[in-house]
């Protein structure tokens, strides 16, 4: 089993600790990567913002950021191989949650899905051919379509019943997807 490491910068993230903990453990396994190890923030919009722009150069608070290892090879023999860090925005989770009829603990399911994907070097940005394989491991780890699905319309698997393209449920979510395309 993988070794997740999940540090709790958020004074509210006893709950969420717990759900990232469990499921990156099943996400590292479910990619083959038992025995690795992987480090999770879970923290605040503020200090996501601060590394956000840090790191990236965008001054703006975020989902999820991944941090990659870069090496495939433990840095010193017999120990495990560490990926890599991943932080999460709970207050981003906890909004997108409730405005998309989503749980918290599937919201945040699927930041660390995208997150650890980017640690293993699936980087959709590159072309529209990486992001439909990324778009497709998501959801083989999800069950169900992941953010990129969500985010560009990538794929046609089908969706939790209840939700749109978007991810939206019911009337309100089609009213909110309608007026944020005008």
């Known amino acids: 089993m993988a070794t997740v490491h999940v540090n709790l910068e958020h004074p509210e993230g006893g709950y969420a600790a717990r759900v990232v903990r469990a499921k990156a453990a099943e996400f590292m396994d479910k990619l083959g990567m038992q025995g690795a190890e992987v480090s999770i923030l879970i923290t605040t919009d503020l200090r ?3 590394l956000n722009r840090q790191f ?3 001054n703006k ?7 990659p290892a870069g090496d495939d090879t433990p840095s010193i023999p017999g120990q495990p191989l560490y990926v890599g860090d991943v932080a999460i925005s709970l207050d981003i989770a906890r909004r997108r949650a409730a405005e998309d009829g989503r749980s918290l603990a599937f919201e945040l399911s699927r930041y660390l899905a995208h997150g650890i994907l980017h640690l293993l070097g699936y980087d959709h940005e590159r072309s529209e051919r990486e992001a439909r394989a990324m778009a497709k491991r998501e959801a083989e ?5 992941g953010m990129l699905e969500d985010a560009k319309g990538v794929g046609d698997r089908v969706r939790p019943p209840g ?3 978007k991810g939206r449920s019911g009337v309100e979510g089609q009213a909110k997807a309608r007026r944020r395309s005008r």
Not at 61 to 67: C, G
Not at 141 to 145: F, H, I, K, R, T
């Open 56 to 58: 990236r150069g965008k």
């Open 48 to 50: 996501i913002r601060k």
């Open 61 to 67: 608070a975020t989902d999820v950021l991944s941090f």
């Open 141 to 145: 780890l999800l069950g169900v379509p």
């Open 163 to 165: 939700t749109s393209r």
